[in-house]
């Protein structure tokens, strides 16, 4: 495991740099915002006044936005501690029989939920590494913990809750006067799409279980680190001595779940089947997942607990998403986007654009990790100067998703709630994470660059 070693001194020089130089993400966003308004008034050629009046008007414009990224994450938190997902995700912890069985089940496990729902994901693979660390002797816990952040690192923003694609595809979003709605037929559910996540899961379900130390080498978890790994426990009904009164009765009976969940039903039904067009977008799938939340909860009271825990994890966007939203507004009210779309159209051209925007998707994403929600920024100079070069918006919008999720896995924003339940240090499993980056980057890249017209 030399070249773990050798990666794992870089990791630790690049984490020690992060921690010292990188704040916090709402001070990032707001120093972008002052970086933006700077530019507002120099390379938009705007008043101060102006800019500032645009930043106000704006903080409110991606207000059903916000709410559709904290639903994903809200939902997806949901389902992933409902009983019989953790029933499932349990079964799955007992098939494996060797370590690399063990990696590999997390691995693929992380990627293909990321795949599904990206909240999903994040909290259904912690459940994957407390479930196999307790019944699997002799496995790495930092692998175990790093092949559970893949999914969030190569697949998410390529999948069904992928934020960029869906809210292009959603009727009313904040960019349909300029590129229209681009159907999820053109970005997710394209060949190149598929044949790349294929491809991508394929090579890390090899690759990650060769990452595995000998036995010399592997650091098993600890029980205390599994214990600290919280479990949701669905709230204990009262039981027929206590007396329970009948609201109490309602709140922990399985009426209010099933019919709530049959309602959702018969109306995905009727959308999918009955109506002539039916586009996937952020509020169909939001409304999947949270018919989906409800129903797999036994009572009204587990489902409550569950949404209290999982509340927690949206305080972020609600409080970042206004200050992008104003950034948005200078953008729009100035002449900043035509500005900066002539950088991007000065070094690239219409085969090698594709390759640009992912590779400078992936560095702000790097210093900015936001889950897409930069795209509200980023979206109108990046979309016009792929306008001028003749790439169509879909195949730009594809390149952002992949860059902007390339850099998650090297960066520890969103693997913070994984590693704290954890009890693991980021620079722990960052050797790992950045050997997988260094195969998933050259792989990704060569595919944009070969990204047929």
């Known amino acids: 495991m030399a070249i773990h070693t050798a990666f794992a001194r870089a990791a630790t020089r690049l984490t020690d740099w992060t921690q ?13 915002t002052l970086i933006v308004l700077l530019l507002g008034v120099t390379a938009g050629h705007a008043s101060f006044l102006t800019c500032v009046s645009a930043w106000g008007d704006g903080f409110w414009e991606l207000l059903p936005f916000s709410m559709q990224m904290c639903l994903i994450m809200f939902t997806g938190s949901i389902v992933a501690v409902s009983p019989p997902v953790g029933r499932a995700l ?14 590999l089940l997390v691995a693929l496990g992380s990627m293909m939920l990321a795949l599904v729902h990206w909240g999903i994901s994040i909290v259904g693979s912690a459940v994957l590494v407390r479930e196999l660390g307790r019944r699997r002797a002799g496995v790495d816990y930092r692998l175990l913990l790093a092949a559970a952040y893949l999914g969030m690192g190569t697949t998410w923003h390529a999948g069904l809750s992928a934020s960029a ?11 349909e006067s300029d590129i229209g709605i681009i159907p999820v037929s053109a970005t997710i559910f394209a060949p190149f799409n598929l044949i790349l996540v294929a491809l991508v899961v394929l090579l890390f379900s090899i690759v990650t279980p060769l990452l595995h130390p000998a036995p010399a080498e ?13 479990m ?39 959308y999918v089947f009955m109506r002539p067009q039916h586009a996937v977008t952020l509020n169909a799938l939001n409304f999947v997942m949270l018919g989906l939340a409800v129903a797999l909860h036994p009572s009204a009271a587990s489902l409550v607990g569950a949404a209290e825990e999982a509340s927690g994890l949206v305080f972020g966007i609600i409080l970042q998403f206004p200050l992008y939203a104003g950034m948005y507004g200078i953008i729009r009210e100035t002449h900043l986007a035509e500005a900066l779309a002539g950088v991007f159209v000065a070094g690239a051209t219409a085969r090698t654009y594709p390759l640009i925007v992912y590779w400078y998707s992936g560095i ?13 920024i980023e979206a109108p100079y990046i979309l016009s100067a792929g306008q001028t070069l003749g790439v169509p918006a879909a195949k730009v919008v594809t390149a952002y998703a992949w860059g902007d999720m390339m850099t998650d896995i090297i960066q520890p924003f969103w693997a ?27 792989l990704v890249s060569l595919a944009f660059l070969l990204f047929p017209r």
């Open 20 to 32: 010292r130089w990188v704040p916090g993400t709402f001070t990032i966003a707001w120093l972008l």
């Open 90 to 103: 349990a079964w799955l912890a007992s098939r494996p029989r060797t370590p690399r069985q063990s990696i």
């Open 165 to 175: 694609p869906l809210l292009v595809a959603t009727p009313g979003h904040f960019l």
């Open 218 to 230: 592997t650091v098993e978890a600890t029980p205390a680190q599994l214990e600290s790994i919280h």
């Open 232 to 270: 949701f426990r669905p709230p204990r009904p009262p039981t027929a001595v206590e007396r329970p009164a009948p609201a109490t009765r309602l709140e922990y009976s399985r009426w209010v779940n099933l019919t709530f969940g049959a309602l959702a039903l018969v109306w995905v039904v009727d």
């Open 364 to 376: 702000v994403n790097y210093f900015v990790p936001s889950g897409g929600s930069k795209w509200a």
């Open 416 to 442: 913070i709630p994984l590693l704290a339940a954890a009890k693991l240090d980021f620079r722990e499993i960052l050797g790992f994470c950045l050997i997988l980056f260094c195969v998933y980057a050259p």
